[in-house]
C-alpha cells in the first residue's frame, strides 16, 4: 500500500469517511498538532513499529494528556491510520480497473485490494503483533473503518449495477456488505480460521457472488 499523488485522489477515496466520519477524521484537517501526532503515528505504523502512546508523546515532546487532546485514544489513532493506507491502495485498485465494467469491475478492483492488504509487510506485522485489537478495528460493526469499507463498496456497486444489482435479487446495501464480508475472510484467514489470506480465493467468491462469471 502507498500514498498516491495528492492531486490523483479520486472520489472512491472520500466516499467511506465522508459516509462514517469520526471525531478524529474532522479534527485533522484543522488541527495542526492532530495532523502533526497522525503523520508521525502514520510513519511508525508503515517502519512496522508498535504505536505506543507514551513512545509518541514523548516523540512529540509533549505529555500523554495532551496527545490524547489532539488524537484521542489509541483506537481512535489507530483506526485512522488503518484507513489512510487503505485508501490509496482503493485508488491503485480504481485505477487498475479503469477499463472495466460491471460485476467484472467490482470483483476485480475488490480482488486487487485484498490482494495489495496481503502484500503490504507492516499490514501483516500489525495482525501478527495484535491480532485481537485488529480483528475489532478492522471488521466488526463498531468499527470505522468496516462502515468506510462497506459505504466504498456500496458506491462502487451503485455505480456499476445500478439501484437493482443482480436483477433486484439483494439490495445495493446488503450485497455490498457481502462482499467486504468475503474480502475480510480471505485477508483475515489466518486469524480466522487458521487459513492462509488469499486474493485468488476471494476474487473466485466475489465472481459467484456478484454472477460475473
Known amino acids: ?15 467511506g469517511v465522508d459516509a462514517a466520519p469520526s471525531w478524529l477524521s474532522e479534527r485533522l484537517a484543522s488541527h495542526p ?34 496527545l490524547f487532546r489532539w488524537v484521542g485514544n489509541r483506537d481512535a489513532l489507530l483506526s485512522e491510520v488503518l484507513w489512510s493506507l487503505a485508501v490509496p491502495t482503493l485508488v491503485q485498485a ?10 467484472d469491475r467490482v470483483a476485480e478492483l475488490l480482488t486487487h485490494f485484498v490482494a495489495d492488504l496481503n502484500r503490504a509487510p507492516y499490514f ?13 478495528l478492522l471488521t ?9 469499507y462497506v459505504a466504498t463498496a456500496e458506491w462502487l456497486v451503485r455505480g456499476e449495477l445500478g439501484e437493482q444489482p443482480l436483477g433486484g435479487a ?9 462482499l467486504v464480508r468475503v474480502s475480510e475472510s480471505f485477508t483475515y484467514a489466518d486469524l480466522i480460521a487458521g487459513d492462509q489470506p488469499s486474493a485468488a480465493r476471494a476474487r473466485a467468491a466475489f465472481r459467484v457472488l ?4
Open 170 to 178: 439483494i439490495d445495493v446495501h446488503n450485497l455490498a456488505y457481502l
Open 94 to 103: 480504481d485505477r487498475a480497473t479503469a477499463e472495466r465494467t460491471g460485476a
Open 33 to 66: 498538532d492532530s495532523r502533526r501526532a497522525f503523520d508521525l503515528a502514520r510513519e511508525l505504523f508503515i517502519a512496522g513499529h508498535r504505536i505506543d502512546m507514551g513512545g509518541l508523546a514523548s516523540t512529540l515532546g509533549v505529555d500523554r494528556t495532551s
Open 124 to 136: 501483516r506485522e500489525f495482525l501478527r503483533r495484535e491480532p485481537a485489537r485488529a480483528l475489532r
Open 1 to 15: 500500500m502507498s500514498a498516491p499523488a495528492p492531486e490523483s485522489l479520486a472520489a472512491i477515496a472520500t466516499v
Open 140 to 148: 466488526t460493526k463498531e468499527s470505522e473503518i468496516q462502515r468506510r
Open 210 to 213: 456478484l454472477r460475473a462469471d
